[in-house]
C-alpha cells in the first residue's frame, strides 16, 4: 500500500540558507502534520493543515512556513537556517480516523 | 507534568521473551490511543491503534489500554532481534488534533 513521502531523504545546508521539505499523503488523507524531532528529543509538534488550511499551530518557528496545495501535498519552507535546526522532519497523514501515518522523514544538516 | 509519561529505558530481553511496554496518561479526555515503532534515523511507524479499553491483537502485538487507570501497555510476545527499536506510545483528543507523545521506550532484543 502508499505511504506517505517525503523529499529529499537527506539535505545537506549551510547557515542562513534556505530549506524547502515536501510531504506527499496518502490517497485520500486531507491532512498533514509536521514534526521536528532534534537529536536524542522528542517528536515536537510543528504545525498541520486540513483542506489546505492551516488547522493547528505548535512550535514552529517565525522563520518556518508550510502551505498544503491542491492536490493535498505540503511543504515545509525553512528560512535562515540555523545549526539548531539540525533534526529529522516527518509528516504525518490523516484521512477521516484519527490514525495517523508518518512518513520516513528528511534528516537536515545545517553546517 | 508531561501528558503521556512512558519508562525511556532502555530494556534489554533475550530473543523469545515476552516484553511489555507501559505508558501512563493525566488526561481522561484522551481516545485515541497508539503504539508507534522507530527503528534507528527512521520516522516511526503505526503499529497499533485502539479506541476502547480492552485488548487488540495483532500478530505477535497486543495493545492494552485501561481507561479507569489511564494505563496503555504493549506486549510482545515471542520477542525478535528485528523488533529491536524505540517504541513509542500516543494519545489523541478525539478532533482535536493535538497529539501527545510518550517520550519512547528504546528494546533492545538480544538474539
Known amino acids: 500500500a502508499a505511504g506517505v513521502i517525503q523529499s529529499p531523504r537527506h539535505l545537506i545546508k549551510e547557515k542562513r540558507e534556505t530549506a524547502t521539505l515536501k510531504c506527499y499523503p496518502i490517497p485520500r488523507h486531507d491532512t498533514v502534520y509536521w514534526y521536528q524531532q532534534g537529536p536524542g528529543q522528542d517528536p515536537q509538534f510543528l504545525i498541520s493543515f486540513y483542506e489546505k488550511m492551516q488547522s493547528d499551530k505548535g512550535s514552529i518557528p517565525d522563520r518556518f512556513s508550510a502551505q498544503q496545495f491542491s492536490d493535498y501535498h505540503s511543504e515545509l519552507n525553512m528560512s535562515s537556517l540555523e545549526l539548531g535546526d539540525s533534526a529529522l522532519y516527518f509528516c504525518?497523514?490523516?484521512?477521516?480516523?484519527?490514525?495517523?501515518?508518518f512518513g520516513p522523514g528528511t534528516r537536515l544538516l545545517v553546517l | 507534568q508531561k501528558e503521556v509519561e512512558q519508562d525511556p529505558g532502555p530494556l534489554s530481553v533475550p530473543e523469545g521473551a515476552i516484553v511489555s511496554l507501559n505508558c501512563t496518561y493525566s488526561n481522561s479526555a484522551f481516545q485515541y490511543f497508539m503504539w508507534y515503532r522507530q527503528y534507528s534515523r527512521k520516522g516511526p511507524e503505526l503499529l497499533m491503534y485502539?479506541?476502547?479499553?480492552g485488548n487488540k491483537e495483532d500478530g505477535r502485538f497486543t495493545a492494552q489500554v485501561d481507561k479507569s487507570s489511564k494505563y496503555i501497555s504493549l506486549f510482545i510476545r515471542d520477542s525478535q532481534p528485528s523488533d529491536s527499536a524505540t517504541y513509542l506510545c500516543a494519545t489523541l483528543v478525539y478532533n482535536f488534533n493535538k497529539f501527545y507523545f510518550g517520550s519512547g521506550t528504546k528494546l533492545n532484543v538480544k538474539p
Open positions: 485502539t479506541y476502547s479499553s
Open positions: 504525518a497523514s490523516s484521512g477521516q480516523t484519527s490514525e495517523r501515518d
